[in-house]
């Protein structure tokens, strides 16, 4: 993955470098020079005024591309969001109807004028483009997108507010690293619109008389994506697969954890509240219980992903910027007392925030759990395990501990103890496995 992605920075300059070709060329043939002006390969390089612009703007690219695609999957996940409700009948309750509304309107007619198009080409009369109807720019990008993907990416894209501004308003360089970014990601787009029941058919069902190569193919629905949660899909090699553990299906759940008292000596839930022994609310700072609570599911719920990445199995990618501080979700799972031993992978000890080294409980996640379990070591993580108090519960959080890009891997740290009689392959510089002898490795 990490190779892929460096693959792709690398273009992301060579197109930049095919959009301006005099500043760049005089900046990768420009040698460091002495104080005669003669070219010294030992004199350190400094930036000049060229090299740092051409690298703002590669930068600035990559930044940008960046930003749509965020911004395009949390359209997505808008538009299914207020799907659901009006799918329940709740439109009173429906937050913006104009929304929803807008964003199909622009879509089918964008799709109209890209259908028209295309019969155009069909019976051969490229040249005739009614520019009164199509700007020249939309119809040679969408015709490109047409061809190097197909309808049903192009129905779901153009769902979204912020892939139409790019088409329209974008130039070249961006535009050509989008296009390179979706090529990447094109799974996961089609996986993230279908699984969470984004509606981008009834914008090309009313063309599906016309004999336009490629359409009848692409309103075929993907009934197995459709009916299972987005967190029992995981996306592998471009094709995806099911969670498993030990042969049993992993379920999502999406309330807190599951409590049964006959697991616990004395019948009670060990993450109920005790005021003095909790502290504070974190949120609102009661020191009495209050009615806070962690709404779910959060929002990064539907904005990270499961992707098998190799070595290390599930891990979970990030479809949106999450910054330093934020509260991702909770951890969650079965409860079990402390002595439970039967899960060796996923069982995170629950301890109180205010007593270090007391724990109450294991939570098991090897059965049922959300997204959280899937989180992947690593010894610099982007994410820690956070003790909290929250209303009447005390819990688990996970929180980002710095900025967290869209498509980078989530991670945190299981612990010193938990990489004992086991290898971390995370790669990073300093990995604590690589650090330690053969013997206190050994499987
Ligand atoms: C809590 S699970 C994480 C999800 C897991 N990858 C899966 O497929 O379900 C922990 C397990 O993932 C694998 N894993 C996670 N991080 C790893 C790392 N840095 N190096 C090697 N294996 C790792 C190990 O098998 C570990 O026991």
Redesign the pocket.
């Known amino acids: 993955m990490a190779e892929k992605r460096r693959a792709s920075d690398d273009h992301v300059e060579d197109l930049a470098e095919r959009a301006e070709p005099v500043t760049f060329k005089k900046i990768r043939f420009q040698l460091p020079r002495n104080e005669e002006g003669l070219p010294e390969k030992d004199v350190p390089a400094k930036d000049t005024d060229d090299q740092l612009m051409a690298r703002l703007r590669v930068m600035r690219v990559k930044e940008l591309v960046h930003e749509i695609l965020a911004a395009m999957y949390y359209d997505i996940h808008r538009l299914c969001w207020h799907r659901k409700y009006l799918m329940q009948n709740r439109i009173r309750r429906f937050p913006d109807l104009h929304f929803y509304k807008i964003q199909h309107q622009e879509a089918s007619w964008l799709l109209d004028r890209a259908i028209r198009q295309e019969m155009l080409v069909k019976v051969g009369q490229t040249s005739s483009h009614d520019w009164a109807y199509i700007s020249k720019q939309e119809a040679h990008r969408v015709g490109q997108f047409i061809r190097q993907f197909n309808w049903k990416i192009l129905a779901i894209c153009v769902l979204s507010e912020a892939f139409r501004l790019a088409l329209y308003a974008e130039d070249q360089v961006v535009w050509a690293v989008l296009m390179l970014k979706i090529r990447e990601n094109r799974t996961s787009i089609e996986v993230f619109a279908q699984s969470r029941g984004l509606d981008w058919q009834g914008q090309l069902l009313k063309h599906a008389d016309k004999q336009i190569p490629g359409l009848q193919q692409a309103l075929v629905p993907r009934l197995d994506l459709a009916q299972e949660h987005f967190h029992h899909i995981v996306i592998a090699n471009g094709s995806f697969g099911r ?1 498993l553990y030990e042969e049993h299906n992993q379920t999502n759940i999406n309330h807190g954890n599951i409590f049964n008292p006959s697991y616990f000596k004395d019948k009670r839930d060990p993450t109920i509240r005790v005021p003095d022994r909790d502290g504070p609310c974190d949120l609102c700072y009661a020191e009495r219980e209050c009615n806070c609570r962690i709404s779910r599911p959060t929002l990064a719920t539907f904005l990270v992903e499961l992707v098998n990445y190799p ?5 979970v990618r990030a479809l949106a910027r999450f910054k330093k501080g934020d509260i991702l979700d909770e951890y969650v799972g079965e409860l079990r007392p402390v002595d439970y031993k039967d899960d060796r ?2 069982a995170l000890l629950h301890e109180s925030k205010m007593v270090e080294g007391d724990p109450l409980a294991l939570i098991s996640a090897k059965r049922y759990g959300n997204w959280t ?6 010894c610099k993580p982007s994410t820690t395990f956070l003790k909290m108090t929250v209303g009447k519960k005390i819990m688990v959080a996970v929180q980002a501990v710095r900025d967290i890009d869209i498509f980078e891997e989530i991670t945190v740290d299981y612990g010193k103890g938990y990489w004992k009689n ?5 790669g990073e510089p300093g990995c604590r496995s690589q650090d330690a002898t053969e013997e206190e490795t050994e499987a």
């Open positions: 969670p070595h290390k199995g599930i891990g992978v996923y379990r899937y989180l992947n070591h690593s086991r290898k971390c392959l995370c």
